[in-house]
């Protein structure tokens, strides 16, 4: 077999990060090359240089022998490289042979081009009604748009951003069966993906990348899952030093939550039950887009859910708001910093009054008591280390590690007796993401019961006294984070329900 | 009171005069607001081409020559919004508010020398034979050719919109700019051609107040004629037919309540003045309500400022 696409040393840096140090590795003619990877691995970035998004500071790349430096993405889609994105670039009032025809530089007359749409999408097993508007069109449904979209082309190579994180199982099923079809019509496939067994299953070769660096190259279906996963997490997870968890009372129980996606990229949480006691903390992994935000909202009581789904000391309280759950002390710090925990534009004593005014008594009659608000404000600042000019400071001027912490800070000085959060320490130099860890030790140390939802899992390792994983909407059972392996870790996050089946 | 004054015929016919301006007002905007820019500059934009028309008219003594300054005198004004919206990313609602304000004024400025003088008169299209027939004669076919223009104008806008590739690009523009800008379209330049159509169009509409329905030239005389286009395009859903029955609805209740007026109707004449905007919003509003789809009849990047960024 011949090599499709040679990458030779590419590297790329970003200010603080290097996101491709020295990835070199061949993609052959008809064959489908997985490229696998945690989050801040390095995949994006790599695909976006073979897009033409993105320019590498070093390193060739060779396309069936001849140089290939795309400037933009219309060079590479020329040189036959096509790309179905994660987030879909789709017009939804728009119908779909309409969205087909805007990416594509010499569409022929609509008639045509709905003809040829039937036609491949026949043919591919992937149907579509040219005439629908794509905002009618079920996430499943969109992909198929895009994927078209790209098979119109021509594609030698075609690359497929994580295209299952957003499809039902069925929709997997048809989406491999078309993969295959295309695989043996001589077309290249350059598959990213965090499922191993999805890789397992489809692909001929892999190449699995770790903080940017490449670390191996090897043949999934020779390699155990377990293999893979050890290579993906690296084998150096930190094993904590913690003792056993002391049974205490239970103070938050999900039972059976069950809760509808929200919106149509939306995840659908199924079945969740788990619960927590006093002093203890449950680590949630898996990867994002699982339903981690939507874990959240229905703890923080953002989404309503059933009332008896969710009990916090035995109480139902799943029909309560996020006011409601804060006066009986259930805190949450959701993943966005920005926009989500803070509002951008307000300063840090308003961003302080927005949360903590129930729990610290920072209004009274429906009057602000601003030296009070202030105060808190200003006691977060110290606690918590937040380096900023003083508390009248918009939440937008700070660093991100430093509003991280304001925002951890702000929930953890309200002393709840159930904290959630949501990726504590994302995007935090190591300093703060330390501090933040021992901010949520200690305070599990005094009673609070913790629920850390997170995609580090060496985080997860070092603070959790439980560990369970987010896959497709399912939450796995909980086992003791003590001990656990990282070929288990990678499993449960990988989709294996029970964990007796892995040991 | 004495309704049998009331001509049918007659209000049919001088419907459709009264409607003219308001539905090429209301056209050029549908296609602004296609690409995705919210300009409430129209009354600005039409009392802009009233006088640059009727000052042009006057000089040359051509209506025809000062129709063509209205168009370039209602696209050159939008220009200004344009500019300011597109390159310097100022707030289109604020922006087209002062366009507004600003056209007024202009207006008013340059209209000074104009006042209480005639403008030479536009020849009605005596169509031979059709305007003959009885009934459908005066309706149809004895109008002045911008009530055709017109006419002709929605029907090609309506085509151009959902058949043509530009009117594609148009679309997709306002719908999603990011994604348009990522499949490699100008999405600035798409923008600014639109504005400048409905600033052409806002102009056109303004002249034929001036020169043909009125026709002489007053300060203010446009009397929010652009505002109920604005409604219009709005209340019709962004589509072009239905712009064009806003539009007739609006003249006709326009023309009727005038004509009972000066038949003497027992009702307030307060009432009889608010009711052709009353009636067009709610008949508008009550059509748009049974489609469920409205809210994407709207395109999804209206008034939002864009920025390649990337």
């Given at each position: 077999m011949n090599a499709l696409l040679d990458l030779d040393g590419l590297t790329k840096a970003y200010p603080g990060v290097v996101a491709n140090d020295d990835v070199s590795f061949s993609i052959q003619e008809g064959e489908v090359h997985a490229l696998l990877g945690e989050n801040g691995a390095g995949k994006s970035t790599l695909v976006k240089m073979i897009y033409g998004l993105v320019k590498p500071d070093s390193g060739t790349m060779q396309l069936r022998g001849s140089s290939f430096a795309p400037p933009e993405p219309r060079a590479a889609r020329a040189s036959g490289v096509a790309m179905v994105f994660q987030h879909f670039s789709l017009f939804e009032a728009l119908d779909v042979a309409e969205n087909i025809a805007l990416g594509m530089e010499n569409p022929p007359a609509m008639r045509e081009l709905a003809a040829r749409i039937t036609e491949v999408s026949q043919n591919y097993g992937l149907p579509l009604d040219p005439s629908r508007l794509v905002g009618e069109l079920s996430a499943g449904e969109r992909q198929r748009v895009e994927i078209i979209r790209c098979l119109l082309q021509n594609p030698k190579l075609l690359i497929m951003d994580e295209p299952t994180s957003v499809l039902t199982p069925q929709e997997v099923e048809i989406l491999f069966k078309t993969l295959e079809t295309l695989k043996s019509e001589g077309t290249s496939i350059l598959y990213i993906s965090h499922k191993l067994e999805e890789i397992r299953r489809l692909c001929d070769s892999a190449t699995i990348l770790r903080l940017g660096k490449k670390v191996a190259t090897c043949n999934p279906r020779e390699e155990t899952a377990k293999a893979m996963a050890e290579m993906m997490v690296g084998s150096t997870l930190h094993q904590p030093e913690r003792k056993p968890h002391k049974t205490q009372e239970v103070a938050l129980q999900l039972h059976d939550l069950t809760l509808p996606a929200q919106s149509a990229f939306g995840t659908t949480l199924k079945n969740i039950s788990f619960s927590v006691q006093k002093g203890e903390i449950l680590g949630i992994g898996g990867v994002?887009?699982?339903g981690q935000d939507e874990l959240t909202a229905a703890l923080s009581g953002e989404a309503l859910s059933d009332a008896g789904a969710i009990e916090m000391h035995g109480k139902?309280?799943?029909?309560?708001g996020p006011n409601a759950r804060r006066e009986i002390g259930l805190l949450a710090a959701p993943e966005e910093r920005l926009g989500h925990a803070a509002a951008p534009d307000m300063s840090l004593i308003e961003n302080a009054l927005l949360t903590g005014d129930i729990r610290k008594g920072l209004s009274r009659r429906g009057f602000l008591n601003w030296p009070k608000a202030k105060a808190f404000a200003e006691n977060v600042i110290a606690e918590f280390d937040v380096r900023t000019p003083g508390p009248g400071n918009a939440a937008r001027a700070l660093s991100g590690g430093n509003l991280q912490k304001f925002v951890i800070g702000r929930e953890i000085l309200q002393a709840p007796e159930v904290l959630v959060i949501n990726q504590p320490t994302w995007g935090v130099d190591a300093a703060a993401a330390a501090d933040i860890r021992q901010a949520l030790l200690d305070l599990a140390a005094n009673g609070a019961a913790l629920v850390v939802i997170s995609q580090d899992l060496d985080e997860l390792m070092e603070i959790s006294d439980r560990f369970a994983a987010l896959n497709e909407g399912r939450l796995t059972e909980p086992v003791p984070a003590f001990g656990l392996s990282v070929e288990q870790i990678g499993l449960m996050m990988g989709g294996a329900h029970d964990l007796e089946a892995v040991q | 009171m004495d309704l049998s004054s009331i001509s049918p015929t007659l209000l049919i016919a001088s419907l459709m005069v009264a409607a003219t301006p308001i539905l090429l007002a209301a056209i050029g905007e549908l296609i602004v607001e296609k690409a995705g820019v919210l300009n409430l500059g129209v009354e600005g934009m039409m009392i802009t081409g009233a006088i640059c028309g009727f000052a042009i008219a006057v000089e040359t003594g051509s209506p025809v020559i000062g129709f063509i300054a209205a168009a370039a005198g209602g696209a050159l004004l939008s220009l200004i919004f344009g500019v300011l919206t597109q390159y310097l990313l100022s707030n289109q609602v604020a922006t087209g508010l002062a366009l507004t304000l600003f056209g007024l004024g202009l207006s008013s400025l340059m209209g000074q020398s104009y006042v209480g003088i005639k403008p030479p008169q536009t020849n009605k299209l005596d169509i031979p034979v059709l305007s003959d027939i009885p009934v459908l004669g005066p309706i149809l076919f004895n109008h002045d050719i911008m009530v055709y223009f017109a006419l002709a104008l929605v029907v090609l806008v309506w085509l151009g919109l959902n058949r043509t590739r530009a009117g594609l690009v148009l679309r997709a523009v306002g719908e999603n700019h990011d994604a348009a800008h990522a499949l490699g379209y100008k999405v600035i330049r798409v923008r600014l051609l639109a504005i400048m159509f409905g600033g052409a169009c806002a102009g056109l509409g303004g002249a034929y107040l001036s020169l043909i329905r009125v026709p002489q030239w007053t300060e203010g005389m446009t009397a929010g004629a652009g505002w109920i286009a604005l409604a219009i395009v709005v209340f019709g859903a962004w589509r072009p037919f239905r712009v064009l029955l806003g539009a007739y609805l609006f003249g006709g209740v326009t023309v009727l309540q005038l004509n009972l007026q000066a038949a003497g109707l027992a009702i307030p004449v307060e009432y009889l003045s608010m009711s052709p905007y009353l009636i067009t919003i709610a008949v508008l509003v009550v059509m748009s309500a049974k489609r469920g789809r409205t809210s994407l009849a709207a395109p999804a990047s209206l008034g939002r400022i864009f920025h390649a960024s990337q």
């Open positions: 994002a887009g699982n139902p309280i799943g029909q309560m | -």
